[in-house]
C-alpha cells in the first residue's frame, strides 16, 4: 500500500530554509571546494541504503550538481561553480536541521535543502544533462572521448540556426501561397 504525504512550504518556511543554507555556508568558508565535494560525495554515499525514495532521488540530484563540479570537459563558468558550491556546503554541517542519525526523518531536511538548491539551479542542471546526453551520443558515433563544452555548444548553434533556416523557408512557402490566392 502506499501512502503520500504532501506539505507545502510557504514563503515564511522557505526563507528560514534559506537561513539556515547562508549559515551553513558560512561555516563552510573554512573548507575547501574539494572539501565541500568530499563530504556532499560521502553523504549520497552514505544514504543510499535503506531511504524513502523521495530522499533518493533528491540524492540523485545531489550527485548530478557534484558531477558538474568535477567534470573537466564540462567547464562549468565561475559564478556558476561558485553557486554550486556554495548549495554544496550545507551537506558539510554536521549539525544540520535534523539529524541525519533519526530513522528515516533524519534525511528529510537534506532532501529538501537539494530539492531548494536543484530548483535555484534548474537550467545550470539542464544544460548539464543536455552536455552529457550530447557527449554520449558523439563519442558513441565518433568514438572520440573529449566531447567539450565549446563543441556542444556549437552544435546547439548549429541548430538554432537550422531551425531559423527552416522556419523562414516555411514562412515563405506559406506567403508564396498565400499570394496565388
Keep these: 500500500m502506499a501512502f503520500e504525504v504532501t506539505f507545502e512550504l510557504k514563503e515564511s518556511d ?3 530554509f534559506r537561513a539556515v543554507m547562508r ?3 558560512s561555516g563552510a568558508k ?3 571546494e574539494q572539501e565541500i565535494l568530499t563530504n556532499a ?3 549520497s554515499l552514505e544514504v543510499k541504503q535503506d531511504v524513502p525514495e523521495f530522499v533518493r532521488l533528491r540524492l540523485e540530484k545531489l550527485q548530478t550538481l557534484v558531477a558538474m563540479i568535477e567534470d573537466d570537459e564540462w567547464q562549468i563558468p565561475e559564478q556558476e561553480r561558485s553557486d554550486v558550491i556554495n548549495a554544496l556546503a550545507y551537506f558539510s554541517d554536521p549539525e544540520d536541521l535534523v539529524p541525519d542519525d533519526i530513522p528515516v526523518l533524519g534525511f ?8 531548494l538548491v536543484a530548483e535555484e539551479l534548474q537550467p545550470d542542471i539542464e544544460a548539464f544533462g543536455e552536455f552529457c546526453a550530447y557527449r554520449e551520443r558523439e563519442e558513441g558515433r565518433s568514438g572520440d572521448s573529449t566531447i567539450t563544452r565549446d563543441e556542444w555548444l556549437a552544435s546547439k548553434r548549429r541548430e538554432l540556426h537550422s531551425r531559423m533556416r527552416n522556419r523562414r523557408s516555411s ?3 506559406r506567403s508564396s501561397f498565400r499570394s496565388i490566392f
Excluded: G, V
Excluded at 108 to 115: H, K, P, S, T, Y
Design 30 to 32: 573554512k573548507l575547501s
Design 23 to 25: 549559515q551553513a555556508q
Design 108 to 115: 528529510l531536511d537534506d532532501a529538501i535543502m537539494i530539492e
Design 171 to 173: 514562412r515563405r512557402k
Design 41 to 43: 560525495k560521502e553523504l
Design 14 to 16: 522557505l526563507e528560514h
